[in-house]
């Protein structure tokens, strides 16, 4: 069970003044929202809007009192000052590709949402300076490829790169598979420009890597997930382009020794380790039924799979040495059975394909109750060989399709039903996650690593901290956002909700 | 001129209750403070206060109402819940070893300096999860040593790292020679603990490097200077250790050069490239003519002078080959003019003293001013050839000893008065000051790279932030510590101070 929810000493509550949809104040608003931004960005048709209001994963659907789509920073600006002034709150969108509920509105119908989407400008690229200046709507694939154009590299990757913009990932402090080399998103960004709760603009757009003149603010709107300010811009690092690879997908008995052959990884190519993920035979052979072309590129079936990959400079000849050296070392060690060595790209693209479809191929399969939860590295292989006994003791045939960034000790624990037991997984769901938080949170790990806590598990987040840290929260909450109505219900619940 | 300091929507304005320094409410605080933290840590004795209310400049001195010295994090919790309680402000200290007198007190004598020198118990290292747990007392230096016991590394690096602590350095997200590679301060932990201004603690020692779970509280309170609470402890990063080094001084002709041989050195040592130091040749003749045995490594003088080294694992057997093929591509490209290599860990320790002596130096020299600016890096050369002939206009014969880390575009932009004219310099102080600021405003830098504001430069950071800028702090800084007791006038300036 989650612990009781500790008490609260700061209250927020939205202001609910939008108390009669169809009266007088929802017409203004929705005059003021087509003045801000021209009649055809402000959607309120039901088909319009359908898209908006469903997450990717169809679990997370609300009601929205209209779409509101600016074209720029004074536009977002014009629309908070708006729906400020009318009471409405704001639910900031990306690319609408969260997996916790924290870009698409309540069931209320009274919520505004503010999609980014169109405001996908690459405002600047400074290779020199190692800097890329964007619009929070650029889609991160487009931000990959404007670094690379200018002969340098944006690391961060996901599977949704090309439909999640800069401004999600920069909300959420998303992770990915590069995580393992350059970090999180936060590790990424150096500065960001803001529209405020009650409308002005911060400008925070600073290209320096060394600025002590203050509190971190920067770091602060990053993963507040929209509840702080809407993020309109950023100025990025760029890192050198890393355009050789050596990459292998690798049979490994266990965790255990997925871990043990990062370790050899890890010596072997230092700094040229990019990508290390893991995936069990149940995430492979979903990918394998439901993604057309993959095949399975190892003989024999093995119960878990290591991703590695070296990235280097053009220059850097020495990767397909260290990559064999750290297979060898791993053959030797009893680490690794068998392995596939990329001979080419359209070999590496294929080996990413079998990591980067899971998530897709768990969807088609079926219902699915996702976990992404890290542990400290070395209590991983025992987390895993203790959680899956619990499960099935919860839910008879439940499929745990566990893959993630093993580097980094972030796994996505994701349960597909039992074969055509769709509803029992349903109802099952609440004890089957509770389990996994409660032994994550014993073993000092966290019940979010990189998606971030959304609608869905704001309770839980709260819920596993402690009331000192929640109130510090709810302070900076109330600080910066003292009507509550920057997407209220997200990363922190609602007062009276648990 | 500094702009105008910008409109103030929140008010911060310390409570002074302390009126009568002689009257039973000092007396009951004392008594308080000495049940806290025993007799024997409450000094009130001038001789024994002393060397805690002036700093190491000696610029920046006051007078302390008490200096306590807590042994734990609940005792640092029990004198913060008595200051508080008694309306008294809080000033915490490290190692005093900081540069614009955001560690000492003001000049009321009202204010209880806290020391965690104390503190001082490495708690646990993890070398396979790459963690170091610490008080916020334990010296830079030990932290490093402990580091390294454990077969690992801890970057971190300054001139005053041998009496420096750890809980300064977050406090003030402190910067040195490793930040090229490494990155500040705030990249180099992962949780907190920190006792809070109303004297609850908040543990955050969390290891964990992804934990989405709401914001980034960890970050708020890094370089955040005292003035939201008082860090205790905390979770480092440990890196793999570097055994082994390459090490070069190198005669360079200008800034620019030394720009370009860091693309260079960049290019060819890649992410073993671990420090790339700048330093002008008034700098160097102030270290041979203060710091005994001290030589001029290469036979000509040089205008400028560059420290570059290269760092790996006992296993990289190319660091010499990598440096040299820097120092011959420099020597062909004519960006060095000379250069030597350090042969043995003597003569590294020596090269390295030539850097690490500048500031000592300049303080046997005679008065001098400060600055610690960040430019854009590609701005860099043409700031510093065109603010050295303003220099001179403002105050005839001041002697810039300019050096720092000009691989992260941060230089000490010193002012050593003119021979004999240390009161010339105090006179003209306030003017050079000004235009280096301006300068660096208008260049997009910062006024403080890696020094923190301080009490000194508390107006100057608000003066060069925008309106919106400067609320967000003060917004901040109101939800945590409403009562204005914590470090008061450091980082923010006091209403009413500019």
Chains 1, 2 share one sequence.
Request: glycine letters at 12%; hydrophobic letters at 45%.
């Amino acid at each position: 069970m989650w612990r009781e929810r500790p008490t609260v000493a700061l209250v927020i509550t939205p202001r609910a003044r939008l108390i009669d949809l169809q009266g007088a104040s929802v017409n203004d608003l929705l005059d003021h929202l087509r003045t801000a931004v021209g009649d055809a960005h402000v959607l309120t048709d039901g088909a319009d809007v359908a898209a908006y209001v469903v997450d990717w994963t169809g679990v997370h659907a609300g009601q929205a009192l209209a779409v509101v789509r600016p074209g720029s920073t004074s536009e977002v600006a014009a629309v908070v000052t708006a729906c400020r002034a009318a009471g409405a709150s704001v639910v900031p969108q990306g690319g609408n590709t969260g997996l916790v509920g924290g870009g698409v509105p309540d069931a209320t119908g009274t919520q505004v949402v503010l999609s980014l989407g169109r405001m996908r400008t690459v405002r600047e690229v400074d290779p020199v300076a190692g800097t890329i200046t964007v619009d929070a709507g650029v889609v991160l694939a487009d931000v990959q490829d404007a670094a690379a154009q200018a002969g340098r590299l944006f690391p961060m990757s996901l599977g949704s790169e090309g439909s999640c913009t800069i401004g999600g990932n920069l909300a959420t402090n998303a992770g990915g598979t590069a995580v393992l080399r350059y970090g999180m998103t936060r590790e990424l960004v150096l500065g960001l420009e803001v529209v405020l709760p009650d409308g002005r603009i911060w400008d925070g757009l600073r290209g320096l890597r060394k600025d002590n003149t203050g509190y971190d603010l920067t770091q602060l709107f990053v993963g507040s997930e929209g509840t702080l300010g809407i993020i309109t811009g950023a100025v990025l690092r760029l890192f050198p382009a890393t355009p050789r690879h050596a990459t292998a997908w690798v049979a490994v008995a266990d965790v255990a020794a997925a871990v043990a052959l990062l370790g050899l990884a890890q010596q072997h190519a230092g700094a040229h380790l990019s990508t290390f993920e893991i995936a069990n035979r149940q995430a492979l052979e979903l990918v394998l039924a439901h993604l057309p072309g993959a095949s399975d590129p190892l003989a024999e079936p093995s119960d878990w799979y290591v991703l590695v990959e070296l990235a280097g400079a053009q220059t850097d000849d020495g990767l397909d040495d260290a990559l064999e050296a750290i297979l060898t070392a791993a053959v030797e060690a009893d680490l690794a059975a068998d392995a596939a060595i990329a001979g080419s790209p359209a070999q590496r693209t294929a080996l990413w394909a079998l990591r980067e479809g899971i998530s897709e191929a768990q969807k088609v399969e079926g219902a699915t109750l996702k976990h992404d939860v890290t542990l400290p590295i070395n209590r991983l292989a025992d987390w895993v060989a203790e959680i899956g006994p619990k499960m099935a003791a919860t839910l008879e045939g439940v499929r745990p399709v566990t893959y993630g960034h093993v580097g980094d000790g972030n796994l996505h624990y994701n349960l597909s039903a039992p074969v055509g037991g769709d509803d029992d997984l349903r109802t099952a769901a609440a004890d089957l996650s509770t389990a996994i938080y409660d032994s994550v949170a014993a073993g000092n790990g966290s019940i979010s690593a990189e998606h971030g806590l959304g609608r869905t598990k704001a309770a839980a987040g709260a819920s596993y901290k402690s009331a000192v840290e929640v109130d510090l929260m709810r302070a900076v909450k109330r600080a910066l956002d003292p009507d509550g109505l920057m997407n209220p219900g997200v990363l922190l619940p609602l007062v009276g909700q648990s």
